[in-house]
């Protein structure tokens, strides 16, 4: 029996890169290495950290929410784990898309004090990562991501443009003449 020669189709599928366009592992790097028991020690930490704002029942109104924000801060800082916008968002038992539209009143609240209350929760946060940064502790692009994304702050610059030249004043035809009359005598003079 004949040996088949590989096609031009089969060769390609043989030499593909195992990382890059079109390879097996596109983004290898985007995934946490979890070879150490270390590593997989913190993921689990985090999950159960994530799993008890998830299970949180819905609060149901602004006094519970206010109730909820202040347990989910308390928490954070008897167990010492960082809190996050993403994670005091799903410990109100909702989505976090939800409790973004209370902020920003796409979506109608408990109260129109509502919002004035999620925006107050993120002022707390957004301080303490203010306060992370300062000490070391959260690298500064990573503060300048949350707060553009968070707390909206934008980078801008602003540009004052003015004129090099002095304005050009509009004459009628006979100012004009009376001009070069004028500047015609004090040549001669």
Not at 47 to 66: G, H, I, N
Not at 71 to 83: E, L, M, S, V, W
């Amino acid at each position: 029996m004949a040996t088949k020669k590989p096609t031009a189709i089969a060769k390609a599928k043989d030499n593909r890169p195992e990382t890059g366009r079109g390879g097996k592992r596109n983004f290898p790097s985007c995934l946490p290495d979890l070879s150490s028991d270390e590593d997989r020690a913190l993921v689990s930490q985090l999950l159960t950290e994530v799993l008890v704002e998830y299970r949180q029942p819905k609060v149901k109104s602004d006094e519970e929410l206010k109730e909820r924000i202040n347990d989910y801060y308390a928490r954070c800082a008897q167990t010492g784990q960082t809190p996050t916008v993403e994670e005091l968002f799903l410990s109100t038992g909702y989505a976090i898309s939800t409790v973004k539209d209370w902020e920003y009143g796409r979506r109608k609240g408990f109260s129109p004090e509502t919002a004035a209350i999620i925006k107050k929760a993120k002022g707390f946060m957004q301080t303490f990562d203010a306060k992370l940064v300062v000490s070391g502790k959260l690298n500064f692009l990573a503060y300048c991501f949350r707060a553009k994304n968070y707390y909206g702050m934008v980078d801008k610059q602003e540009m004052v443009l003015t004129p090099n030249q002095p304005q050009i004043e509009v004459l009628s035809p006979e100012q004009l003449q009376q001009k070069y009359i004028e500047a015609s005598d004090f040549e001669a003079k």
